[in-house]
């Protein structure tokens, strides 16, 4: 009789345990189930426990301060963010009339007559003012590609033509540093769906950043899928910079005439339109790729 007692304790215990197993496994798996979304998403849920346990649902406690202070740190960032932003576009478009201005008083004083030291102390400031000038516009277009809260219109582009045109808008200034690109297409025309405008941006901006850091080359791919390689000679770049490029305001000293925001735009862009963008450096050689989803 005291064996079956003990038999029925065993099986009571037994019964307990795997109970209290199971309760625990269940409760871990709605931790793990709920974690990521609240931890991604912007959202005022907080982790939900069916579990009564004390040691779990002080767990799920101490997770929630930490998504609360998570959130709260998150809305500070983007707010300041937006702010920033704001701050930006209105900078740059406030500074545009008086550029624009200025350029005209130059156009002016060039007409008139002068000596060599005001002649060349003008083309100075000249210069000067077409580098505030650059300035001002990639910080608005970087500002309206960066903070734009609405999806872009996309439609079917034929990426090799929107590659051959971006091209030939630049061949003048390549073969003026020197540099014959070597192109190579596919034979058939991959079409996504893109933004026009934008993917010429992305384009320009990379071939641009070419121009600046290329050592005297530039070869281009394009494979059937639409996927392009910008790849040169870069011997004033190291892994660091590369990891730098789509950072915005950074900048090789190197660089021609660069503000550091043509890559960060086109990084903006490409994600807009569901693509990616990415930059590697082997052997001295920088390659840049943008690749497509579909």
């Not at 064996?3 to 795997?18: H, M, P, Q, S």
């Not at 051959?164 to 070597?182: D, F, K, N, Q, T």
């Not at 494979?223 to 870069?234: H, I, L, M, P, Y």
């Not at 043509?262 to 840049?288: D, F, N, P, R, W």
């Amino acid at each position: 009789m005291a064996l079956g007692f003990i038999c029925i304790l065993f099986a009571g215990a037994a019964a307990f345990f795997a109970l209290k197993y199971f309760s625990l496994k269940r409760s871990l798996g709605e931790i793990l189930d709920q974690l990521p979304a609240l931890v991604s998403e912007d959202t005022n849920l907080l982790l939900t426990l069916s579990s009564g346990d004390k040691k779990l649902r002080l767990l799920a406690s101490r997770l929630n301060a930490q998504l609360r202070e998570l959130k709260r740190l998150r809305r500070s960032y983007q707010s300041g963010d937006r702010e920033l932003k704001e701050a930006v576009t209105n900078i740059s478009h406030d500074l545009r009339t008086p550029l624009t201005a200025m350029s005209g008083y130059i156009e002016l004083l060039k007409k008139e007559e002068k000596s060599q030291a005001a002649d060349r102390y003008l083309k100075q400031i000249e210069n000067r003012v077409e580098a505030m000038k650059r300035l001002t516009e990639e910080l608005f277009s970087y500002s309206l590609a960066a903070s734009s809260g609405e999806e872009m219109t996309l439609e079917p582009v034929d990426l090799r033509a929107a590659l051959e045109e971006s091209v030939a808008g630049i061949y003048g200034a390549l073969v003026e540093r020197g540099i014959e690109p070597e192109i190579y297409l596919p034979d058939e025309r991959p079409i996504k769906n893109l933004n026009r405008e934008a993917l010429a941006r992305v384009f320009g901006n990379i071939l641009g950043n070419a121009l600046k850091y290329s050592s005297g080359d530039l070869v281009i791919r394009m494979d059937e899928n639409g996927c392009t390689e910008f790849s040169n000679t870069a011997e004033n770049i190291g892994e660091v910079d590369v990891g730098k490029l789509f950072d915005r305001f950074f900048s090789v000293e190197a660089a021609r005439n660069s503000t550091g925001l043509g890559l960060a735009i086109s990084k903006a862009l490409v994600e807009q339109m569901g693509g990616k963008i990415s930059a590697s450096l082997s052997g001295g050689t920088l390659t840049i790729r943008t690749e497509w989803r579909g």
